[in-house]
């Protein structure tokens, strides 16, 4: 993707569909163990895969087994599925000229002399320089391209298998069966051992196979899979499910006793244990009775004698489900950005192609490694902190207390904070040092610095005057990297945090833009040090934009949450920091300018309209959950335009008489909860918060099944600590347990900010100069 200095589009291949994908769905046993903390091993106990052929359906297929030798027999059909397809694939594998009759030819060179750009790079083409193109496997036309361009390879040296949740369970199996000279012919995605993106096997005589979790591409999980795709769209299971009451019981995921089989043997019961069979151990959880219902159904229907016949029909239903919703994803991703995700192993690495193949952009490639480190060090991602750890609602829409002034909790989030930043200016280009008499010259315009054609990065020292801290006290400026000592009650809190303080700053990196807002609020500019100037545009706007219209006009909950996960998987790509070949300014910038939104949407906004009748409780990046002293907050928004104008209200409850305006705009405000009333929040510390919401209890920490909104209050008011009995399963060189201890699920202290007395109020560090 890098040519010289730059990096730009230049996997044209990507844009045809893989021929061959082999999808894998694979299974193990919960074998109970004596140990005390150890109280299941997974054993794997049976797989299905099918191979779908995308040009010749006849050359699909499917296949499954099950028993004690489930890995090794898996191991053993992928190979000889991997030959088969080399061979294939191998006399087709480099380009060929398709030799033309006198028709076809005098047919296509009409065609192509009306055609002026190349179908693959799209750059134009000329008369000495355009050949027609067809794909080698089927003969199909595919338009005009350069010379190069047509002879470069159409079919990958590859074959993609697609599990789901294969980086945390089914690589493990997978991995676990290898001998040590056949872990050689193992590569690891980022050489990452425990194959969290994927990995490659190399066999002798054939392509390799290229292992890819479904999950890196919809983070959904299994049982949710058949919510994502709507009937009409389930074409194989369709297929092999024929009859109407056949395909109603599999058009989603069956359930499987896996509590009840713990033995190898049972595979041979002739009949269906009790629902309690089918109890969940890791989530503790039963099967409903109409899911236990459906169970005995498929048993019925398909004239199952054994639990192993069961099984059978399990296997199939699932990987079929992952085939059609993994092609259905794949043409969606054909259609709308003309790639086949097939070829990354996650959606971000396809998100990155994507944009630079929209965008026809080329980047610039930092060379200069103190400008690189300049950057890389000075990273911050998103703000996460909770200002004011307890606060109650007051108003008509619950609990009342007249004696009290009203107030109302709300939690705004912005629509795709990210998204919004990459729409700005970006930096592309020119990057050079400012010398000290432009320095000297810039420093007497910052506050006057326009948004033009060039842009700035500054190193400068800040002091933050101490007339600002009770301004500023719940979303100080210039968060930065600190050492906190641990507050008495939880002495194992010492570490060092990204945190919000008041202590004068140092030779502190930031964007011009957000130096200016700075200057606006108070801080004091005492020196600059250096100052890195560059070239910026919009470069970025035409790809956020297609995605962000793409969202407003589906409704389907997948499709939105992968349209914006495309954009800000951009982003994502932009800061990896071990990459040689990704612009980490343009990643830098973004950071800086999705802080700069916030602050301006809190100080100038929020604060400015509420003045001291607002406490901010807990931002984290996007979100920020404020307490105001107001009747009607929702009165307030509709009865002033200017206020209004920053909302999107398309989710908010009907009853509030809001004008549904800014659907999904970028950068506007949204209600998290819709317009419900939120009646109580409690917050720990950053990550770890709950909200009661009319209707629901909302918790923002792990295993928040089993901690109560009582929990989080002991936590907070009485500093206790909160443990819990918890089933967890865990991986230990390649093996997969299910153990049971006691976790500490909440922590008394915070990290981030200083705890004053009444357990609930909190003073930024530096505050007052502590």
């Given at each position: 993707m890098s040519q010289s200095k730059t990096v730009f589009f230049d996997n044209h291949q990507r844009q045809l569909k893989i021929p061959f994908i082999i999808y894998v769905h694979f299974e193990a046993l919960q074998i109970p163990t004596t140990k005390p903390r150890i109280k299941i091993v997974h054993k794997p106990c049976g797989f299905s895969y099918s191979i779908k052929c995308s040009y010749d359906d006849s050359l699909s297929k499917y296949e499954q087994f099950f028993g004690e030798f489930s890995t090794k027999v898996l191991w053993e059909k992928l190979e000889?599925?991997?030959?088969?397809?080399?061979?294939?694939?191998?006399?087709?594998?480099?380009?060929?000229?398709?030799?033309?009759?006198?028709?076809?030819?005098?047919?296509?060179?009409?065609?192509?002399?009306?055609?002026?750009?190349?179908?693959?790079?799209?750059?134009?083409?000329?008369?000495?320089?355009?050949?027609?193109?067809?794909?080698?496997?089927?003969?199909?036309?595919?338009?005009?391209?350069?010379?190069?361009?047509?002879?470069?390879?159409?079919?990958?040296?590859?074959?993609?298998?697609?599990?789901?949740?294969?980086?945390?369970?089914?690589?493990?199996?997978?991995?676990?069966?290898?001998?040590?000279?056949?872990?050689?012919?193992?590569?690891?995605?980022?050489?990452?051992?425990?194959?969290?993106?994927?990995?490659?096997?190399?066999?002798?005589?054939?392509?390799?196979?290229?292992?890819?979790?479904?999950?890196?591409?919809?983070?959904?999980?299994?049982?949710?899979?058949?919510?994502?795709?709507?009937?009409?769209k389930k074409h194989k299971i369709k297929e092999e499910f024929r009859g109407?009451?056949?395909?109603?019981?599999?058009?989603?995921?069956?359930?499987?006793?896996?509590?009840?089989?713990?033995?190898?043997?049972?595979?041979?019961?002739?009949?269906?244990?009790?629902?309690?069979?089918?109890?969940?151990?890791?989530?503790?959880?039963?099967?409903?009775?109409?899911e236990y219902e459906r169970s005995l159904k498929i048993w019925e229907t398909f004239k199952c004698r054994s639990m192993g016949d069961y099984f059978k029909v399990y296997l199939k239903s699932n990987v079929l489900l992952l085939e059609d919703v993994f092609e259905s994803f794949r043409s969606l991703c054909l259609k709308k950005y003309h790639l086949d995700p097939g070829y990354y192993f996650t959606a971000a690495g396809f998100a990155w192609d994507a944009m630079l193949k929209f965008t026809k952009v080329k980047l610039e490639l930092l060379e200069d490694e103190t400008m690189i480190d300049f950057l890389k060090s000075n990273l911050r991602g998103g703000i996460t902190h909770c200002s004011k750890r307890y606060a109650k609602a007051n108003n008509v829409y619950c609990e009342y207390d007249r004696r009290k002034e009203s107030s109302f909790i709300v939690h705004l989030d912005v629509n795709n904070l990210g998204g919004w930043s990459m729409c700005q200016k970006l930096p592309f280009t020119g990057f050079r040092w400012l010398n000290q008499t432009e320095i000297r010259r810039i420093q007497k315009e910052i506050k006057n610095l326009d948004d033009n054609d060039f842009g700035y990065v500054f190193e400068v020292d800040l002091d933050y005057p101490r007339s600002l801290h009770k301004l500023h006290n719940d979303l100080p400026f210039c968060f930065q990297h600190l050492t906190i000592p641990p507050p008495p009650i939880a002495p194992h809190l010492t570490s060092y945090k990204a945190?919000?303080?008041?202590?004068?700053?140092?030779?502190?990196?930031?964007?011009?833009?957000?130096?200016?807002?700075?200057?606006?609020?108070?801080?004091?500019?005492?020196?600059?040090?250096?100052?890195?100037?560059?070239?910026?545009?919009?470069?970025?706007?035409?790809?956020?934009?297609?995605?962000?219209?793409?969202?407003?006009q589906t409704t389907c909950n997948f499709e939105i949450k992968l349209y914006k996960f495309l954009n800000n998987a951009v982003y994502g790509k932009m800061t990896e920091k071990f990459s040689s070949d990704r612009p980490i300014y343009a990643g830098f910038t973004v950071l800086e300018l999705s802080k700069n939104f916030v602050y301006d949407f809190h100080y100038q906004k929020m604060l400015a309209r509420y003045r001291n009748k607002i406490n901010l409780l807990y931002i984290d990046t996007d979100g920020l959950i404020y307490e105001i002293q107001t009747s009607d907050f929702y009165r307030d928004v509709k009865q002033d335009p200017n206020f209004l104008s920053w909302f999107d209200t398309s989710g908010v409850d009907k009853r509030w008489g809001l004008p549904v305006i800014n659907k999904k705009v970028l950068g506007k405000m949204k209600d998290e909860f819709g317009g419900k009333i939120i009646r109580e929040f409690v917050g720990v510390g950053a990550k770890v918060y709950c909200v009661d919401v009319e209707g629901e209890v909302v918790k923002k920490v792990s295993m928040k099944k089993i901690v109560s909104i009582e929990d989080y209050k002991n936590c907070v008011i009485y500093d206790e600590y909160v443990k819990k009995k918890c089933w967890t399963t865990e991986v230990v060189g390649h093996e997969i347990y299910t153990s049971v201890g006691v976790k500490v699920l909440l922590s008394p202290g915070d990290k981030q900010r200083f705890v004053l007395s009444d357990k609930i109020n909190t003073i930024a560090w530096g505050f007052g100069n502590y």
């Amino acid at each position: 993707m890098s040519q010289s200095k730059t990096v730009f589009f230049d996997n044209h291949q990507r844009q045809l569909k893989i021929p061959f994908i082999i999808y894998v769905h694979f299974e193990a046993l919960q074998i109970p163990t004596t140990k005390p903390r150890i109280k299941i091993v997974h054993k794997p106990c049976g797989f299905s895969y099918s191979i779908k052929c995308s040009y010749d359906d006849s050359l699909s297929k499917y296949e499954q087994f099950f028993g004690e030798f489930s890995t090794k027999v898996l191991w053993e059909k992928l190979e000889l599925e991997c030959k088969t397809i080399t061979r294939r694939l191998i006399s087709r594998a480099e380009p060929q000229d398709r030799k033309l009759n006198e028709a076809e030819l005098k047919s296509f060179r009409s065609i192509v002399s009306q055609i002026m750009n190349c179908h693959w790079c799209g750059e134009q083409l000329e008369e000495d320089d355009k050949e027609v193109d067809f794909f080698n496997l089927t003969g199909q036309f595919l338009g005009a391209a350069h010379k190069k361009c047509k002879f470069q390879p159409k079919v990958p040296h590859f074959v993609p298998v697609v599990m789901h949740n294969l980086s945390k369970y089914g690589a493990h199996f997978l991995l676990n069966h290898l001998t040590n000279d056949e872990m050689k012919e193992i590569s690891f995605v980022g050489n990452d051992k425990l194959a969290k993106l994927g990995f490659v096997r190399k066999f002798p005589n054939c392509f390799p196979l290229r292992f890819i979790d479904s999950r890196r591409f919809m983070d959904e999980q299994i049982e949710d899979l058949e919510n994502i795709l709507e009937d009409s769209k389930k074409h194989k299971i369709k297929e092999e499910f024929r009859g109407k009451k056949e395909f109603d019981l599999m058009k989603k995921r069956t359930c499987f006793p896996f509590y009840y089989m713990d033995s190898f043997k049972k595979f041979s019961d002739g009949c269906l244990p009790f629902r309690n069979g089918f109890f969940d151990q890791i989530r503790r959880e039963d099967v409903g009775d109409e899911e236990y219902e459906r169970s005995l159904k498929i048993w019925e229907t398909f004239k199952c004698r054994s639990m192993g016949d069961y099984f059978k029909v399990y296997l199939k239903s699932n990987v079929l489900l992952l085939e059609d919703v993994f092609e259905s994803f794949r043409s969606l991703c054909l259609k709308k950005y003309h790639l086949d995700p097939g070829y990354y192993f996650t959606a971000a690495g396809f998100a990155w192609d994507a944009m630079l193949k929209f965008t026809k952009v080329k980047l610039e490639l930092l060379e200069d490694e103190t400008m690189i480190d300049f950057l890389k060090s000075n990273l911050r991602g998103g703000i996460t902190h909770c200002s004011k750890r307890y606060a109650k609602a007051n108003n008509v829409y619950c609990e009342y207390d007249r004696r009290k002034e009203s107030s109302f909790i709300v939690h705004l989030d912005v629509n795709n904070l990210g998204g919004w930043s990459m729409c700005q200016k970006l930096p592309f280009t020119g990057f050079r040092w400012l010398n000290q008499t432009e320095i000297r010259r810039i420093q007497k315009e910052i506050k006057n610095l326009d948004d033009n054609d060039f842009g700035y990065v500054f190193e400068v020292d800040l002091d933050y005057p101490r007339s600002l801290h009770k301004l500023h006290n719940d979303l100080p400026f210039c968060f930065q990297h600190l050492t906190i000592p641990p507050p008495p009650i939880a002495p194992h809190l010492t570490s060092y945090k990204a945190v919000l303080n008041f202590y004068n700053k140092k030779n502190y990196v930031l964007d011009y833009r957000n130096l200016q807002q700075c200057l606006q609020h108070g801080l004091i500019l005492k020196k600059i040090h250096r100052v890195l100037k560059y070239r910026h545009c919009k470069w970025l706007e035409p790809y956020v934009s297609y995605n962000t219209k793409l969202r407003t006009q589906t409704t389907c909950n997948f499709e939105i949450k992968l349209y914006k996960f495309l954009n800000n998987a951009v982003y994502g790509k932009m800061t990896e920091k071990f990459s040689s070949d990704r612009p980490i300014y343009a990643g830098f910038t973004v950071l800086e300018l999705s802080k700069n939104f916030v602050y301006d949407f809190h100080y100038q906004k929020m604060l400015a309209r509420y003045r001291n009748k607002i406490n901010l409780l807990y931002i984290d990046t996007d979100g920020l959950i404020y307490e105001i002293q107001t009747s009607d907050f929702y009165r307030d928004v509709k009865q002033d335009p200017n206020f209004l104008s920053w909302f999107d209200t398309s989710g908010v409850d009907k009853r509030w008489g809001l004008p549904v305006i800014n659907k999904k705009v970028l950068g506007k405000m949204k209600d998290e909860f819709g317009g419900k009333i939120i009646r109580e929040f409690v917050g720990v510390g950053a990550k770890v918060y709950c909200v009661d919401v009319e209707g629901e209890v909302v918790k923002k920490v792990s295993m928040k099944k089993i901690v109560s909104i009582e929990d989080y209050k002991n936590c907070v008011i009485y500093d206790e600590y909160v443990k819990k009995k918890c089933w967890t399963t865990e991986v230990v060189g390649h093996e997969i347990y299910t153990s049971v201890g006691v976790k500490v699920l909440l922590s008394p202290g915070d990290k981030q900010r200083f705890v004053l007395s009444d357990k609930i109020n909190t003073i930024a560090w530096g505050f007052g100069n502590y």
